[in-house]
């Protein structure tokens, strides 16, 4: 696996388990898989431990898919938010990557996914944010009917939401359409986690290096000087 996988539990105490790597193989509680060459795979467990279903997604290139969020709602669908490096599929959706060759970390430059599954692990949407430049997510959080994200891109859209570039926080709703964003600027400020409550409200942690000649602000908010001072 590239990273550990992420793990969630819906209101019935279902574990969904989500992770991607490039093997061709993977045996869970004794059931052997077979995956695509470069995929993210996503598994349902049981309130008592057993497993459900197990799905699994992406690409036969060489390339690579990394996983930054998954999250379930009330009625037992679940989210997962990542990014791509080679075009994919997911169910019946297309994802394209049409970027030049990124060189270096990244074989070719990563563009964004979110996509919501069915209890049955069903696709039912997905979103991409695709430019030809680095395209990350950060974090993903679903409470309610909203679905909260952060990242950063260049000049992009989510679905039918149009976005200016650099680091971000937007919240949608549960069918993937996006409701507000709010910028990141100035300075070098990472949207780490955040946690939604049931009121609407957010709490974020990060951290920002903004100085008086460029000042860190976050939405109409704008942090302290952070330069070091003798």
């Not at 563009?111 to 990350?136: E, H, L």
């Not at 939401?161 to 709010?182: H, V």
Request: net charge negative; aromatic share 16%.
């Amino acid at each position: 696996f590239d990273k550990p996988p992420l793990s969630c539990s819906d209101k019935n105490n279902n574990t969904f388990l989500s992770f991607s790597g490039t093997s061709d193989s993977l045996i869970i509680d004794g059931n052997s898989f077979n995956l695509l060459n470069t995929s993210f795979s996503l598994v349902k467990y049981d309130s008592l431990g057993n497993l459900k279903w197990f799905k699994n997604f992406g690409s036969t290139q060489n390339g690579e898919i990394r996983l930054y969020g998954l999250d379930t709602d009330d009625e037992g669908n679940v989210y997962v938010g990542g990014w791509y490096d080679h075009s994919m599929t997911i169910d019946n959706f297309y994802l394209p990557n049409d970027s030049a060759d990124g060189g270096g970390f990244y074989m070719h430059f990563p563009d964004v996914f979110i996509s919501k599954f069915d209890p049955n692990g069903n696709a039912i949407w997905v979103r991409t944010i695709n430019t030809p430049a680095v395209d990350d997510i950060y974090s993903l959080k679903v409470c309610g009917s909203s679905l909260y994200f952060s990242g950063s891109s260049i000049s992009s859209s989510f679905g039918n939401f149009n976005f200016m570039g650099g680091r971000y926080l937007i919240k949608a709703d549960t069918s993937g359409n996006g409701q507000w964003i709010k910028y990141a600027n100035g300075g070098n400020i990472s949207l780490n986690e955040f946690l939604p409550d049931p009121t609407g409200s957010l709490y974020l942690t990060g951290g920002y290096s903004g100085y008086a000649g460029s000042p860190a602000t976050f939405g109409s908010f704008t942090f302290p000087d952070a330069s070091y001072k003798m």
